[in-house]
């Protein structure tokens, strides 16, 4: 019987051996995220003025390059006179700060408990799925507003808030990969061989949901960023004399018709920052998914 030979191009092999997946929403992500971190980091550098100097004479300045203009205000000003773009520079700031740390706190509990549910499982695993049932059976404004005016505005408390209702997917998904590592061949044999119990979780079940947790962290820190800028808008977040973006756009709100500029610049810098966080993690979730590859 003859043999039928399929030649498949070169060039197709070629582009699929190359191929990494994530690769490109990565690089997007990265050209988002990090410009605008360094942006926080240098803000005293290149904010052109004091962010909260008032300047009445100067309200609602029009951008440079809109008649009535001026140089001085590249991004124009707001109703108080304020410079548009430093209050853009150092709301990055806020928003970096606050999701920064947030996911921090948020990834720090919710890594610990999902590891200790799924390793140990049992009762333990049954009073913490339980409490993040009854957690997320509350809208997370509505437990937002409660603690915050219990406990006052101010950043250390609106990273509080974040992190009592961030922690929950951390914990779930850290759980259920624990659960499903826990029961592979390496950590018995870990067991077998006398190792304990905290050796086992820090040496053999974390680092084989490190990409679990990278990816998580990557949507949580998006999701903390939209959530103090609608707190923020709401009026429970930052002083109101703290450059926000949030703040920024709820003070917009009178001046849509007069001012395009005003709610534009800050709401811009938003999404650029959120669609970088999420893009990335998109890719990071390709790059290590070993079913998309």
Known sequence: MAEIAIRVPASATRAHRVRKPGRAQIIVGLVLVVPVVLVAILAPLLAPHDPNAIDLIHRLTPPAWQSGGTSDHVLGTDHLGRDMLSRVIYGARISLLVGGFAVLGAGIIGVAIGLLAGYFRGA????????????????????????????????????????????????????????????????????????????????????????SIIVITTFNFAWFIIAEASLSFLGLGVDPNTPSWGQMLSDSRNYLALAWWYPAFPGIALVALVLGANMLGDGLQDHWDPYLK
């Open 124 to 211: 333990f695993d049954a009073i913490v799925m339980m409490i993040a049932e009854i957690q997320q059976s509350f809208p997370f404004l509505a437990l937002a507003i409660v603690v915050v005016a219990a406990i006052g505005r101010g950043v250390g408390n609106i990273v509080a808030v974040l992190v009592i209702g961030g922690w929950i997917m951390f914990a779930r998904v850290v759980r259920g990969e624990a659960m499903s590592v826990s029961r592979r061949p390496f950590v018995d044999g870990a067991r077998a061989l006398g190792a304990s119990h905290a050796r086992i979780i820090l040496r053999y079940v974390l680092p084989n949901v490190r990409s």
